[in-house]
């Protein structure tokens, strides 16, 4: 899965889960920038990327990601695993 | 239906509650949870899962693991909240800390229940809500394997003992009702429905595709507490509680035995009758010739229902959805107390359509699927269970013999008259207190305050020196209705004000409320009162007694919208009305 797919399809959950159907997510992007990301919106965030790819992050996944770009590589990482 | 599956996801759910829309006069529920995990997404769960059954959640979340400071302290934001019910809900993982902390394992079960009983009774001390106490969920991990629970102080022989020791003690808790946690998981499974991150993240206590289903199992139980539950179950016949069809394959050609989809049709019928023993009513509606749709009842050797199982037998070739309505008539219950079990998608259709609180729920090709498919959907939740659920069918039946009696006078006096009614005042006693609290959560239509008085709070009102609670039994040539009407008297200054009024729709029209208006009337006499009031407060389903004082002769004092509408009427100025019946006793 190319990184443009990837950011496509989260931008689907992104706009789900933070309910804001013309949000556009980048790179740098973190939950400052984001109305309404907090820690309860972060975990429904979590488990929308796991529903929608298929995939499951360790403790250390999550808490690495600082950014929307860092998200995407992780995204990335577990579905070549 | 209330109770689809697919409905239970977890982001539609969220989605759904983003654009709740409730009537203004939708009935109002005040509920705290009080855990020591994560509540956050349960409480907006909730919230909509109880907006679906026309219910606004007005929820406190007490401080996370916070549930004993909240209770002890009778100055906590808990009672502040004035809920009128409080989840409980208790997570393995805080359980197991405390386990692997303890100095002595051999007190733990004990210590712990100890706790319990005392948050418990503090609680019933200080508030006349309802307590919904969570079970703990079984550890997976077993230092033991297969021989944990051989050893008595192993983990999970302790969190097993500790379940079993609430069920015990919540059978004498009258303010506390279980939410079988434990259960559920199971039924999920217990490692799929764990997720240890959430736990480590966020103290979330299980998966969070499964705390929707959390929430509903949890507002199963409140709903049922306050009078939302199944009353009677409607049955088809062929194919559904026997295979093949009576009319064509006749006695010898139903499929019903000890083996294939025979005995999964057996296997149905004792679930039936199990509810039917629990005070579930059960009715058949098949489209027969009632001769043909009676016999196996009558001489199948394998039939596990018989004839006087069944309250309301209907067989016919009438649409089933009129004949649901004929059944509803003669029962006087909600159409959402109703469950149709039908093996047919197009009856079950027709039903859907015509009937849209019945809930239908789909059945599987496979007769041994059935329980399974009614299992998953948790349609027989209840809040209480005393003698009377053993007779109700019974009860029922007679019913539907004095329908028929009732053809044959002219009048209804006559009628009244030749019912040989007997009615008993009594007022309320330890003996009677199940049954009490079961006709105050069950009742809806006659129903004029609606208060929803717990076990405890009854208890409570037998000891408060200005109230008068009292009951009324009512018995006729025709059997025993029971325990059928609950009547709380408040002296309040010159006046004796009507603080509850409840009664069970099977005997309306009989003049059992003149009866009682009789003796509340006779009542406030003899205490010297000048006024009886009385208050309405009307609720989705309470509209048949919205004028109940006003044929009294009682006049309006105030309307004061939610709160209802005040009613009083001198006592001088009263006039006894006719009550056609016995009084063997009267205790006001």
Known sequence: ?81 | MRYEAATLDYFALLKEGKTIALPESARTIRLAILADCATQQLGTFLKTLAARNGVRLEIYEGGYDAIDLDILNPASDLYAFDPAYVIVLMTEEKLKSRLYEAADRSAFAGDTIARIRGLWQAFAERSGATLIQSTFVLPTERAFGNYELKAADSVGAIVAEINHQLAVQSREAKNVLLADVDFLAAGIGRLQWRDPRMWNMAKIPCRLDHLPALAQSLLDVLLAASGLFTKCVVLDLDNTLWGGVIGDDGLDGIQLGEFDEGEAFVGLQKFAKELKRRGVILAVVSKNDHANAILPFAEHPYMVLREDDISVFVANWENKADNIRLIQKTLNIGFDSFVFLDDNPFERNIVRTYLPDVIVPELPEDPSLYIDAIARLNLFETASYSKADLSRADQYREEAQRELTKARYGSITDYLASLDMEIRLERFSSFNLPRIAQLIQRSNQFNLMTRRYGEAACEALMHAPDAVPFTLKLGDKFGDYGLISVIVLKHDGDDLAIDEYLMSCRVLQRGVENFAMNAIFSYAARIGAKRVTGRYIPTAKNAMVKNFFGTFGFEIEADEGTAGVRWALDVDRYEPREAIMTVAVNEI
Not at chain 1, 51 to 73: C, H, T, Y
């Open chain 1, 1 to 81: 899965m190319t990184a443009d797919a990837i950011k496509h399809q989260l931008t689907d959950i992104f706009r789900d889960v933070f309910n804001d159907p013309t949000l556009e997510i980048t790179d740098e992007m973190t939950a400052d920038d984001v109305d309404g990301w907090d820690s309860l919106t972060h975990i429904n965030m979590i488990l929308g990327v796991e529903q929608g790819f298929g995939i499951r992050f360790s403790i250390k996944d999550v808490r690495a990601m600082r950014n929307v770009g860092e998200l995407v590589q992780a995204i990335a990482k577990k579905r070549a695993n």
